[in-house]
């Protein structure tokens, strides 16, 4: 691990202030981000290759509404928020993130067995849940190993190198998906053991690779010690600087509709054959991938919030294009351009930011926090977005959506001003972070 006494400068600092640190101390990748990206690419091939064609399998296979798509999207984005605090008390009390984390990638895996029996609404409900379930056990504890593997002047880079690997999966699981439906027109029994089978590389690679390194914070000598680090409470969640974070993840969530109805709105739009359909995933994953490190350095340099609230104009942006008149590759191009982007300065960032709002002792706790309340509210938007292109249209669907975003850009800039990160030294000390 690559632990600092510099850090304790830098953490003191608001959240936002360019420092000389990042660029003072060289850049190196701690062994366990690399195994863990891996581990996390491996299982993107796995959950991505059947995201991809979930729309599809969904509203064309098996012929439902918008409104049942909405639900299941809303389950997809927001049922991992029932475990991800508890999963990240427990990776914070255990002392031991990666038991917790290998037990939420073995419930993924058992979940996709379930889809080569599926069939109807209500089991690929179930089965979706299960998957999510198992998403929001192993997350918190996942980004607590980076956070304490990673260097602190390049904790925001760190977790773009984990989230680059990551999206190689992400964007080999739709390539792959759309190369079985190529060759075997509804292919998707197919696609669902290809998932399996990398699903079980990846629960492997973590049992038997991946080190298990204990939280920052951890003493591991006195029981009695252990339980006043890890004893949870309600007020690990008000801690000012991770208040603020919360009440603006929240916001921004949900007016975040998922990806699955923004490509559905493009494929109406244009019309192109249904087999092309997972490529729109993978031309997102693509610019992530692109995107991830460059962006993520960029917030270690001028502060993780400008990134944050950046990558929320690029959605703005995503929505309104996607809601124009004129289509075209062009402007699907732009689209997937502007969604890839998005994530790159999001998805790292916020559990970076958080893991520097959050008092040591309480880490994944913080993290999962940050990640339950984006689970939550992006479950309530996506089942609201079903509704609301049910009974308006896909077109005007989006301008409301965009129109809400935009709004909570402005609010989320105002809130967030002047927050400031918690002290590395005292968890006792957060209570003076702005």
Not at 18 to 27: D, I, K, N, Q
Not at 157 to 178: E, K, T
Not at 221 to 233: D, H, I, K, Q
Request: aromatic share 10%.
């Amino acid at each position: 691990m690559y632990i600092s006494l510099s850090d304790r400068g830098k953490r003191d600092k608001p959240e936002g202030t360019r420092t000389a640190l990042s660029s003072e101390v060289p850049f190196r990748l701690s062994p366990v981000i690399l195994w863990l990206g891996i581990v996390s690419m491996v299982t993107d091939v796995s959950s991505e290759s059947v995201t991809a064609i979930l729309p599809l399998y969904v509203t064309g296979f098996l012929g439902l509404s918008t409104i049942a798509f909405g639900f299941i999207d809303g389950i997809n984005q927001g049922a991992s928020a029932i475990v991800r605090i508890a999963a990240g008390w427990a990776a914070d009390r255990s002392g031991h993130p990666k038991r917790i984390a290998l037990a939420g990638y073995g419930l993924s895996m058992l979940a996709r067995i379930g889809f080569l029996f599926a069939g109807g609404f209500w089991a690929i409900a179930a089965i979706v849940t299960g998957d999510r379930i198992g998403k929001g056990i192993r997350t918190a504890p996942r980004d607590a190993l980076i956070s304490v593997s990673a260097q602190p002047e390049h904790l925001a880079r760190s977790f773009g190198v984990h989230r680059m690997l990551d999206n190689i999966g992400a964007a080999a699981g739709p390539l792959i998906a759309f190369f079985v439906l190529l060759m075997i027109p509804n292919g998707f029994s197919t696609v669902f053991v290809v998932s399996l089978a990398f699903a079980v590389i990846g629960v492997a690679v973590l049992a038997l690779v991946v080190p298990d390194i204990k939280a920052r914070g951890v003493k591991g000598t006195e029981e009695s010690e252990g339980r006043r680090l890890f004893a949870f409470s309600w007020s690990h969640l008000k801690e000012p600087g991770l208040g603020k974070l919360l009440i603006a993840a929240g916001l921004l969530g949900l007016v975040t509709i998922g990806d699955g109805f923004i490509y559905l709105v493009l494929q109406a739009r244009d019309s192109f054959a249904v087999q092309w359909f997972p490529l729109l995933f993978v031309g997102t994953n693509v610019v992530f991938l692109a995107f991830a490190i460059p962006l993520g350095r960029l917030a270690d340099r001028v502060g993780k919030i400008p990134v944050f609230v950046g990558g929320h104009i690029a959605l703005l942006a995503t929505y309104l294009l996607a809601a124009a008149p004129f289509g075209g590759l062009w402007a699907t191009v732009g689209c997937l351009i502007l969604l890839g982007a998005f994530y790159a300065a999001t998805d790292g960032v916020l559990a970076a930011l958080a893991s520097q709002l959050t008092p040591p002792g309480k880490l994944a706790t913080g993290i999962a926090s940050a990640q339950t309340v984006v689970a939550l509210t992006r479950m309530l938007a996506s089942a609201g977005f079903g509704v609301l292109w049910y009974a308006v249209g896909a077109p005007t669907a989006m301008v409301v959506a965009g129109g809400l975003l935009a709004c909570a850009v402005v609010a989320v800039a105002f809130i967030l001003r002047g927050a400031r990160v918690a002290p590395a030294g005292d968890p006792d000390d957060a209570s003076n972070a702005a």
